[in-house]
């Protein structure tokens, strides 16, 4: 059996989770001193977002220097301190690598402005075309173009992200060599996984060309020599260890490179993220709108997934929220009238499928997006720009504000709700961002809502521990075009486990196949009381139930 495929993980955000010096930034002494309660929770790994020196422009996704620790969230010794606690908690650490991109505060990028050509072909710079428009027309994914001119030369840089995070040139494998060299550090430091920022977007092509759709990601996303590159660096770092986990982060991918990404032989990575089921709620593949989910292509995707990758032996990481999207329990479920269903329902819906779980921090306790009114509440660049375009295609204020409220990356980045004292506990200084207004209600000391979520999140990671059918069960849907139930079924030697996720608040029933009712059914977990299968079965607002069959 794997190494990974009994384990889950739980990312913290470090500016959100706790500070412990009241400068309103959370610190990695916060983190271990929540130890404690992550243990408790169950969780194997945990993985922290950047904490290395960065301007901050993209909150730690634009690195100025990759083997170093912000003194915003502490020292090496602090880090030290939080490495050996985590262990003796039997928690590992998994650190980001943000390798497609620099800050262009970075020691390299500024040798390369400098005229160091040595570290110029660190990056991509290219001249303007024979008529004087851009290198190419790509656009950035944080909006506008995706070049900038370098300096007072005649040539350009990409940046496929933010104007500040300057794209890596990987065909250089001097660039490769530094990377690798990053990696090997933090392996020496005792970390035991990795998490690869946009990793399949680091193979641009040698000769860069216009995109017909004017977009460009077609032309750097998984392309062939990605694999190369990730075999390359398996072999250079974390592949001469048995026991390190991998998840890359996937933009726009493929179930065939998620196959080839992940497949134990091929030597990559243990799991990808990938991203589909989180547009269901983009008009028109727009994510600055706002449109209910569409159900059916929410379960067609993650199906393609677990039947794609189960298939051809890929591993998938199971997830519903991260520091990059909006509070999933607002997304698919009811926050106000069903909060415990809706957040044990998602969570079951996961955690019980095939793949790696992974716990975003307050999830576990149900929170939710904390709807700021202002948009100086915000402090995501990518809203500020996505408010701007907004204005300029001329929507109204009110219309873009109820838009950002929806989408906005800070609704999951608001400071962890510890407890319902100041700032929930969070800080005794004012927090970087506002905390949600509801931290009196939901927070890790409520009775009547988190503590509920908490100990069924508990029970799905016991559960996966003890159960070689949720580690290694095979996956098939379960009528799969019912209008409000997401069931499926996993087996293995022998064994057959039933899941039924409910997405509604209407009452529905699903017709239970006779092959399933003949065997002998021990309800295992659910959000309501104890039930026996049936036939017609039943299910309440936001219910979920899993039985176990023989």
Same mark, same amino acid.
Do not use: C
């Given at each position: 059996?794997?190494?990974?495929?009994?384990?889950?993980?739980?990312?913290?955000?470090?500016?959100?989770?706790?500070?412990?010096?009241?400068?309103?930034?959370?610190?990695?002494?916060?983190? @271990?001193?929540?130890?404690?309660?992550?243990?408790?929770?169950?969780?194997?790994?945990?993985?922290?977002?950047?904490?290395?020196?960065?301007?901050?422009?993209?909150?730690?996704?634009?690195?100025?220097?990759?083997?170093?620790?912000?003194?915003?969230?502490?020292?090496?010794?602090?880090?030290?301190?939080?490495?050996?606690?985590?262990?003796?908690?039997?928690?590992?650490?998994?650190?980001?690598?943000?390798?497609?991109?620099?800050?262009?505060?970075?020691?390299?990028?500024?040798?390369?402005?400098? *005229?160091?050509? !040595?570290?110029?072909?660190?990056?991509?710079?290219?001249?303007?075309?024979?008529?004087?428009?851009?290198?190419?027309?790509?656009?950035?994914?944080?909006?506008? @173009?995706?070049?900038?001119?370098?300096?007072?030369?005649?040539?350009?840089?990409?940046?496929?992200?933010?104007?500040?995070?300057?794209?890596?040139?990987?065909?250089?494998?001097?660039?490769?060599?530094?990377?690798?060299?990053?990696?090997?550090?933090?392996?020496?430091?005792?970390?035991?996984?990795?998490?690869?920022?946009?990793?399949?977007?680091? *193979? !641009?092509?040698?000769?860069?060309?216009?995109?017909?759709?004017?977009?460009?990601?077609?032309?750097?996303?998984?392309?062939?020599?990605?694999?190369?590159?990730?075999?390359?660096?398996?072999?250079?770092?974390?592949?001469?260890?048995? $026991?390190?986990?991998?998840?890359?982060?996937?933009?726009?991918?493929?179930?065939?490179?998620?196959?080839?990404?992940?497949?134990?032989?091929?030597?990559?990575?243990?799991?990808?993220?990938?991203?589909?089921?989180? !547009?269901?709620?983009?008009?028109?593949?727009?994510?600055?709108?706002?449109?209910?989910?569409?159900?059916?292509?929410?379960?067609?995707?993650?199906?393609?997934?677990?039947?794609?990758?189960?298939?051809?032996?890929?591993?998938?990481?199971?997830?519903?929220?991260?520091? $990059?999207?909006?509070?999933?329990?607002?997304?698919?479920?009811?926050?106000?009238?069903?909060?415990?269903?809706?957040?044990?329902?998602?969570?079951?819906?996961?955690?019980?499928?095939?793949?790696?779980?992974?716990?975003?921090?307050?999830?576990?306790?149900?929170?939710?997006?904390?709807?700021?009114?202002?948009?100086?509440?915000?402090?995501?660049?990518?809203?500020?720009?996505?408010?701007? @375009?907004? !204005?300029?295609?001329?929507?109204?204020?009110?219309?873009?504000?109820?838009?950002?409220?929806?989408?906005?990356?800070?609704?999951?980045?608001?400071?962890?709700?510890?407890?319902?004292?100041?700032?929930?506990?969070?800080?005794?200084?004012?927090?970087?961002?506002?905390?949600?207004?509801?931290?009196?209600?939901?927070?890790?000391?409520?009775?009547?809502?988190?503590? @509920?979520?908490?100990?069924?999140?508990?029970?799905?990671?016991?559960?996966?521990?003890?159960?070689?059918?949720?580690?290694?069960?095979?996956?098939?849907?379960?009528?799969?075009?019912?209008?409000?139930?997401?069931?499926?079924?996993?087996?293995?030697?022998?064994?057959?486990?039933?899941?039924?996720?409910?997405?509604?608040?209407?009452?529905?029933?699903?017709?239970?196949?006779? $092959?399933?009712?003949?065997?002998?059914?021990?309800?295992?977990?659910?959000?309501?009381?104890?039930?026996?299968?049936?036939?017609?079965?039943?299910?309440?607002?936001?219910?979920?139930?899993?039985?176990?069959?023989?």
């Amino acid at each position: 059996m794997s190494t990974f495929h009994d384990k889950v993980i739980y990312q913290a955000y470090p500016k959100s989770f706790k500070d412990t010096n009241g400068n309103g930034i959370g610190d990695l002494n916060g983190v @271990k001193e929540k130890l404690p309660y992550l243990a408790e929770l169950g969780v194997d790994m945990l993985w922290l977002n950047p904490f290395y020196n960065s301007p901050q422009n993209d909150n730690g996704y634009d690195v100025a220097d990759y083997t170093s620790i912000d003194p915003m969230f502490g020292t090496w010794e602090d880090l030290d301190a939080l490495v050996s606690e985590a262990n003796q908690h039997g928690i590992d650490l998994m650190l980001d690598m943000v390798l497609n991109h620099t800050s262009t505060d970075h020691e390299w990028f500024q040798k390369a402005l400098a *005229g160091d050509k !040595k570290y110029q072909d660190f990056y991509i710079l290219r001249e303007l075309q024979e008529d004087g428009s851009l290198p190419t027309n790509w656009e950035s994914k944080f909006g506008g @173009k995706a070049w900038s001119k370098f300096g007072d030369t005649n040539k350009y840089y990409l940046h496929l992200y933010d104007v500040t995070q300057a794209d890596l040139n990987w065909r250089n494998p001097e660039v490769r060599k530094e990377l690798y060299k990053v990696v090997n550090f933090w392996l020496e430091k005792g970390v035991k996984g990795f998490r690869f920022d946009v990793i399949n977007v680091i *193979g !641009k092509d040698e000769e860069l060309k216009d995109a017909d759709d004017g977009v460009g990601k077609s032309h750097y996303t998984d392309t062939p020599i990605v694999h190369d590159y990730i075999q390359e660096m398996n072999k250079e770092t974390f592949g001469q260890h048995e $026991d390190i986990v991998t998840v890359g982060e996937m933009s726009s991918t493929t179930v065939e490179n998620g196959v080839k990404y992940s497949r134990p032989d091929r030597d990559e990575l243990s799991m990808i993220f990938s991203f589909h089921h989180l !547009k269901v709620d983009y008009k028109d593949g727009e994510k600055w709108t706002t449109i209910p989910f569409d159900f059916q292509e929410l379960k067609n995707i993650l199906n393609e997934w677990q039947e794609g990758m189960a298939e051809e032996g890929g591993w998938n990481a199971l997830f519903w929220n991260n520091h $990059d999207q909006p509070r999933a329990n607002n997304r698919f479920g009811d926050v106000e009238n069903y909060p415990v269903e809706t957040s044990t329902m998602l969570a079951q819906t996961a955690h019980l499928l095939r793949g790696t779980p992974f716990v975003y921090q307050g999830e576990e306790i149900g929170m939710t997006n904390p709807e700021f009114d202002d948009l100086d509440e915000y402090v995501d660049i990518e809203t500020h720009n996505a408010y701007k @375009k907004m !204005k300029e295609d001329g929507i109204a204020h009110d219309e873009a504000m109820e838009i950002i409220k929806q989408k906005s990356r800070d609704n999951s980045r608001t400071p962890m709700q510890w407890n319902d004292s100041e700032n929930a506990g969070f800080s005794e200084g004012t927090p970087w961002l506002n905390v949600a207004d509801n931290y009196k209600d939901i927070n890790t000391e409520n009775e009547t809502v988190s503590k @509920k979520i908490f100990t069924y999140y508990k029970e799905l990671i016991r559960l996966r521990k003890e159960m070689p059918i949720i580690q290694e069960g095979s996956y098939k849907a379960l009528e799969l075009d019912h209008p409000s139930i997401f069931a499926y079924v996993r087996e293995h030697e022998g064994e057959t486990l039933l899941v039924l996720n409910h997405f509604y608040a209407e009452e529905d029933a699903i017709t239970i196949p006779d $092959d399933l009712l003949d065997k002998d059914a021990a309800y295992l977990i659910g959000n309501r009381a104890e039930r026996t299968l049936e036939k017609e079965f039943k299910m309440g607002p936001y219910e979920t139930a899993a039985f176990l069959l023989k």
